[in-house]
């Protein structure tokens, strides 16, 4: 069975710092990971995703996650963090099986103080 | 193109009643799915579909029913709304190649069951 964990449910950091949200993954074969951003009455949108090849993945908005297959993580960081950045932000992990489904952690809530 | 539209965007049911929640997609994706979000929660699937005529339960499928008689549209049905099922309605469609597992999402449905 696949799953996520998202440690942190709710993390708050002041503008201009960094910022670190935690993922874990459980998945039997080669995991699909994607990080979505929602804001308040939004919908998802995909802020990065691994398939494969090099581990460390670029996003939209300044962001980026490391792939560690040894510690089953997917850790979202980005250097700077801007007020627009608060948001609700959720791991997800899929792949080719399974009918392509994915399975969504339950969210980390991200608030910038000013 | 419009990639996953989602009617209505809201919709405020009395206990009891049924409705659908359509759902579309214009890039003639093969996998189809629905997802509910609740409050605070990440996202939960409902039904999925891998191909006109093929649908599969997900995870929380009590009180709904689908169908996907074309490629396009994939409704969700609600017979006998309950309180239980007021909610946050998302749609998503991807592709059947490999490597491309990236979920596109509709804008959601808000539905409230009073």
């Known amino acids: 069975a696949q799953s996520v964990t998202q440690p942190d449910i709710h993390i708050t950091v002041s503008e201009g710092a960094s910022l670190e949200l935690r993922c874990n993954y459980s998945?039997?074969?080669?995991?699909?990971l994607f990080w979505y951003v929602q804001s308040p009455g939004q919908g998802l949108q995909l802020l990065l995703k691994?398939?494969?090849?090099?581990?460390l993945v670029q996003g939209i908005k300044g962001f980026e996650a490391e792939f560690k297959r040894s510690q089953s993580s997917f850790n979202l960081r980005k250097p700077s963090v801007h007020w627009s950045d608060a948001a609700e932000y959720f791991c997800?992990?899929?792949?080719?099986?399974?009918?392509?489904?994915?399975?969504f952690g339950d969210g980390t809530t991200l608030t910038v103080k000013p | 193109n419009a990639g996953v539209t989602q009617t209505p965007k809201f919709r405020i049911l009395k206990i009891g009643q049924s409705m659908t929640l359509q759902c579309t997609q214009d890039?003639?994706?093969?996998?189809m799915y629905w997802y509910r979000q609740d409050p605070g929660m990440g996202l939960k699937l409902i039904y999925y579909?891998?191909?006109?005529?093929?649908?599969d339960k997900g995870e929380v499928p009590n009180g709904y029913n689908v169908s996907r008689s074309t490629t396009e549209d994939f409704p969700l049905r609600l017979e006998l709304a309950a309180p239980s099922q007021t909610s946050v309605y998302f749609c998503?469609?991807?592709?059947?190649?490999?490597?491309?597992?990236?979920?596109?999402f509709g804008p959601g449905t808000r539905l409230t069951v009073l």
């Open positions: 998503a469609s991807r592709g059947l190649a490999v490597g491309t597992d990236t979920q596109y």
């Open positions: 579909s891998v191909g006109a005529g093929i649908t």
């Open positions: 691994y398939f494969s090849g090099d581990t």
């Open positions: 998945y039997g074969a080669t995991p699909y």
């Open positions: 890039m003639n994706h093969n996998y």
């Open positions: 997800a992990v899929g792949g080719d099986t399974n009918a392509g489904k994915s399975t």
